[in-house]
């Protein structure tokens, strides 16, 4: 167990819907990454957010947006689904705004019919 | 822009035998980490090790070591005395330590490893 805690952990939902995905960091930790995980691009890096403020962007679309709250849990907003978003969505967390070494979460399983 | 390849899309090993999984990356600077991340069927990434670039020492862990060759910007996993637990997808990964891309992971494509009894 990483300590850090993801919900849900399986998500079926229908093209053009929206969804939260939620990430608890480990205690003391505070980055947050997002990645997903799909057949076609691999694992990739979406995003970063250190201490509430967003730190990096990676291949993030457009229609999908996250943030960390005060408390230091993120949320990763997935709207006008499609097809191809289907996959899985990992957030992992780090001590600094830099990482030696990040833990996973368990991961959500995104399916869009 | 920073790549990892990972050439091998699959390995088997006979148990208790040894495997290498090969790993190369690109990149221009000269700070970063380099990591290997196991992935077993229950989806979890789990950390397996870590390697500093500015350390000339291979680092290791138990049954896992990795070769580092920071000129030829190779970095393979050696699992010695393999355990069936030890099936899984490998990545490799890479995080450069300053700048702006404060630790991102960039990932390989992954080597599914097949451990036979």
């Known amino acids: ?113 | 822009a920073q790549t990892v390849t990972q050439s091998q899309p699959e390995m088997s090993v006979q148990e208790a035998e040894t495997v290498t999984l090969s790993c190369t990356y690109d990149t221009s600077e000269s700070d970063y980490y380099l990591f290997w991340y196991k992935q077993p069927p229950s989806r979890q990434m789990i950390l397996v090790i870590r390697q500093e670039a500015y350390k000339q020492q291979n680092a290791t862990e138990n049954r896992f070591s990795v070769n580092f060759q920071k000129a030829a910007k190779s970095f393979s996993l050696k699992i010695s005395d393999s355990q069936l637990g030890d099936a899984a997808m490998y990545f490799c990964a890479y995080s450069y330590a300053g700048g702006t891309s404060y630790g991102k992971l960039t990932f390989g494509q992954g080597t599914i490893l097949t451990v036979h009894p």
């Open chain 1, 1 to 113: 167990d990483s300590g850090v805690t993801q919900t849900p952990k399986h998500l079926i939902t229908a093209t053009g819907q929206r969804v939260t995905l939620r990430c608890s960091p480990r205690s003391g930790d505070l980055s947050v990454y997002w990645y997903q995980q799909s057949l076609d691009q691999g694992l990739q890096f979406l995003i970063q957010y250190y201490n509430g403020e967003e730190r990096a962007k990676g291949n993030i679309l457009e229609r999908f947006s996250a943030q960390q709250f005060p408390d230091l849990h993120s949320e990763l907003n997935l709207s006008s689904l499609e097809l191809g978003d289907s996959a899985l969505y990992f957030c992992a967390s780090t001590a600094g705004a830099t990482s030696r070494e990040q833990y996973f979460g368990p991961g959500t399983r995104l399916t869009v019919t």
